[in-house]
């Protein structure tokens, strides 16, 4: 995540119409807005990886988005929206088109400018989602998956290369270096 930008202050019906209008997304922290830095190509290589892993397992009445994608999500008196790289939504969207709020599971490819935000923010605040099931860290860097599942309190548990993992929301079972396949030379992976 980049610095604040030109609006400092809005209410979230602004920064929608906003965000429909512009170039660049932002994600909406209680009324402040900042700007979102863009993916490199292993980014980019490691996010569609898992996602085709991903869709490939989901039945019919579920989807999944890669990062142009909204997620709202309201605790207390916070309002909140970001845009994960992945989310993996069930049933009918009955808000806007632009936005899910009911996530089965979410993903996060960490690279070192959404390090911070992706395992201590979003980690806390995605945990107030009550539909959320997973939530998913893929290292951009090295073969390294972290799951956070809300049926172990949110404690997260390792995967690296070698191990298998599992997507319990969606019964997906896949190895971590499958994350990896397009991308081994960068992460340290033997061809």
Not at 56 to 67: Q, V, Y
Request: proline content about 4%; aromatic content about 10%; overall charge negative.
């Amino acid at each position: 995540m980049a610095q604040a930008i030109q609006y400092q202050h809005t209410d979230f019906e602004a920064y929608l119409e906003a965000e429909r209008d512009g170039n660049t997304r932002h994600d909406y922290l209680n009324g402040e807005v900042y700007a979102m830095s863009g993916a490199s190509e292993l980014h980019n290589a490691v996010n569609a990886e898992l996602l085709a892993a991903i869709y490939a397992r989901l039945p019919d009445e579920c989807r999944g988005f890669m990062s142009d994608m909204k997620l709202k999500l309201e605790y207390g008196n916070q309002l909140f929206a970001y845009y994960p790289d992945i989310i993996v939504a069930c049933g009918v969207n009955e808000g806007d088109p632009y936005v899910r709020t009911n996530p089965l599971l979410l993903a996060e490819v960490l690279s070192p400018s959404t390090r911070r935000t992706d395992l201590t923010e979003k980690l806390m605040n995605y945990r107030y989602i009550p539909s959320l099931l997973e939530y998913v860290i893929v290292h951009q860097d090295n073969p390294h998956v972290q799951i956070y599942r809300r049926r172990r309190a949110w404690q997260v548990e390792h995967f690296f290369a070698g191990d298998e993992f599992s997507l319990e929301s969606i019964g997906l079972v896949m190895r971590v270096e499958q994350i990896y396949r397009k991308v081994r030379k960068e992460v340290g992976l033997a061809p």
